[in-house]
Nanobody
Framework: VQLQASGGGLVQAGGSLRLSCQAS????????MYWYRQAPGKQRELVAG???????TYGGSVKGRFTISRDNAEKTVYLQMNNLKPEDTAAYYC????????WGQGTQVTVSS
């Protein structure tokens, strides 16, 4: 099982980034997929989720700014992040519903004020 997250970087407040997470070794299309984030000294928190059928859910702090999507043919889940804020600074990880112990290496997002 591999969950390869990418697309992070340094961006100014108000900017945008698009994260990608390519999965391998799992039946991607039948898995709900999630994005989590963890800031230094804080607990990991759910950012967004998308079911196998395409229904989405978002954490309260990102609702209206972030959009999760998936491409089953590419086995990839995306997170479009707009109007980024310094408090969005964190390492971002993707996770598959039926493989809860696999987090991948994550991708760092840093938002400067």
């Amino acid at each position: 099982v591999q969950l390869q997250a990418s697309g992070g970087g340094l961006v100014q407040a108000g900017g945008s980034l698009r994260l990608s997470c390519q999965a391998s070794g799992i039946p991607f299309s039948s898995n709900d997929m999630y994005w989590y984030r963890q800031a230094p000294g804080k607990q990991r928190e759910l950012v967004a989720g998308i079911t196998s059928g395409g229904s989405t859910t978002y954490g309260g702090s990102v609702k209206g700014r972030f959009t999760i999507s998936r491409d089953n043919a590419e086995k990839t889940v995306y997170l479009q992040m707009n109007n980024l804020k310094p408090e969005d600074t964190a390492a971002y990880y993707c996770k598959a519903l039926y493989y809860p112990n696999y987090w991948g290496q994550g991708t760092q997002v840093t938002v400067s004020s």
